[in-house]
């Protein structure tokens, strides 16, 4: 379970979470509207993965010169194939990157320690438990699995087998719902109707926030 909610002195600390293709991103980009400091782990990823990133001497010792692209940054598409032909291979690369970008994250939030919210965006948060021990409560953006396919389809070009093995590969609707605090509906709505529900989040952790001590 996640922590009690903070002091009204200390940011509140919240974990984001959706499958791919829930508009995750989306509801990020309105909390920081709203003033939410965001650390995005994914973006952090994609630094230690980049060339000359922290993680490219541990990603080539463990996986070989092969996963390592002409640029020196990990080779996504062919790491991304074998850790979905390759259970133990998504395990260790998980074991290799997650603690790298825990310690990164954390750096991000002292910088970010003067805003009222700060939201971790962790795609795999129910995959990574140790979050839940990071954060005061957890949203979770949802949405059914033919939304899922059809946004991811239609913004990256994908074929629907690769969208549905990304999505057999990550936590079930109902685990991340049975983690969430606070549950967004991101499913036949409009971006207004999108935002209004954001606003609505957002002004429960303002007064959680301000409450009493």
């Known amino acids: 379970m996640a922590v009690p909610a903070p002091r009204s002195a200390e940011p509140l600390r919240i974990g984001l979470t959706g499958g791919i293709g829930s508009g995750k ?9 709203h003033g939410a400091g965001i650390v995005d782990t994914d973006a952090i990823s994609r630094r230690l993965t980049a060339a000359g990133g922290r993680a490219i001497p541990l990603l080539r010792e463990a996986f070989g010169d092969t996963m ?11 790491m991304r194939d ?20 825990l310690v990164n994250a954390e750096s991000e939030a002292d910088l970010l320690a003067n805003s009222a919210v700060i939201v971790f965006d962790v795609p795999l948060l129910v995959e990574s438990p ?7 409560r957890v949203l979770v953006v949802d949405c059914s699995e033919a939304t899922q396919i059809t ?10 087998s690769s969208v549905r093995a990304v999505i057999a590969a990550q936590a ?5 719902r049975a983690i969430a605090d606070d549950l967004i509906l991101n499913d036949g709505v409009s971006i207004s109707e999108l935002a209004e529900r954001v606003a609505t989040v957002w002004s429960t952790w303002l007064a959680l926030r301000v409450g009493p001590l």
């Open 25 to 33: 991103s989306t509801v990020a980009r309105m909390l920081a509207a």
């Open 151 to 160: 946004r991811v389809v239609q913004r990256s070009g994908w074929a629907e």
């Open 172 to 176: 079930t609707r109902e685990q991340r």
């Open 130 to 136: 140790q979050w839940l021990r990071r954060v005061h």
């Open 82 to 101: 074998l850790a979905f032909e390759d259970p133990s291979a998504r395990h260790r690369l998980e074991a290799l990157l997650h603690p790298l970008i």
């Open 68 to 78: 390592i692209d002409t640029h020196g940054a990990l080779d996504r598409r062919r």
